[in-house]
């Protein structure tokens, strides 16, 4: 159980390029996703937390007009790079909580690997 | 906002051995702390978790221990194999909300 689908695996695009993940809870409804990027040999770093019908909440930093983030549905979140450039090419790795209550951890999707030439 | 700080980046032991990672957190409001597992070119996988009301959790080869008021956590591996190579994540929060995760820890199981 606690599945959590990332899509594509991997993006390799040219700069100017805007670029869409999805990320899909499987066997369970979350209404908070979460987005993080990670750099090579680095740790994971939050981006946004998405919420369920309403906006996202950014981390500092972060442009809200640069990543996108949509949350339509209780089982999936996108994330948009828009005008995208070489700076973005990374790896970003979306999560989700089971809504379901009790003690439900974060699960997360085997991420996207965004390559702008 | 909460800090976490994790111990050490690069971690050797031969197989058959014990691995030992440590991460301490900054924020006293924080109650619950998972350890993550990622595989080259994989999303962190959850191997073991723990909420500030526990002072230890096992979980067959892997167990993780608490201390609140020194504000730290360690995971501990016992009878390392050489599947265990991968890195590790620690990460600290309140439970529900967002996450602040630990540089990550490389092990290197040996064989």
């Known amino acids: 159980g606690a599945v959590v689908s990332q899509h594509p695996s991997r993006v390799i695009c040219k700069s100017g390029t805007s670029v869409k993940i999805e990320c899909r809870s499987l066997?369970?409804?979350?209404?908070?996703m979460f987005w993080y990027r990670q750099f090579p040999k680095q740790s994971l770093m939050l981006m946004a937390t998405s919420n369920e019908g309403s906006k996202a909440t950014y981390e500092q930093g972060v442009e809200k007009d640069k990543f996108l983030i949509n949350h339509a549905s209780l089982t999936l979140s996108t994330l948009t790079v828009t005008s995208a450039h070489p700076e973005d090419s990374s790896f970003y790795i979306c999560s989700a909580r089971d809504s379901a209550g009790g003690n439900q951890p974060q699960h997360f999707g085997d991420g996207t690997r965004l390559s702008i030439l | 906002g909460e800090n976490v700080e994790q111990h050490p980046s690069t971690l050797s032991v031969q197989e058959g051995d014990s691995a030992v990672i440590k991460c301490t957190y900054s924020d006293s409001a924080s109650n619950y702390f998972p350890w993550y597992k990622q595989e080259l070119g994989k999303g962190p996988q959850l191997i073991i978790d723990i909420r500030s009301n526990v002072g230890e959790k096992k979980d067959q080869r892997i167990a993780v221990t608490l201390n609140k008021t020194a504000k730290h956590f360690s995971l501990h591996i016992t009878e390392t194999q050489p599947e265990d190579s991968a890195v590790y994540f620690c990460a600290g929060g309140v439970y529900g909300n967002k996450l602040v995760f630990g540089a990550g820890t490389i092990l290197r199981v040996k064989s």
């Open positions: 066997d369970f409804q979350a209404t908070t």
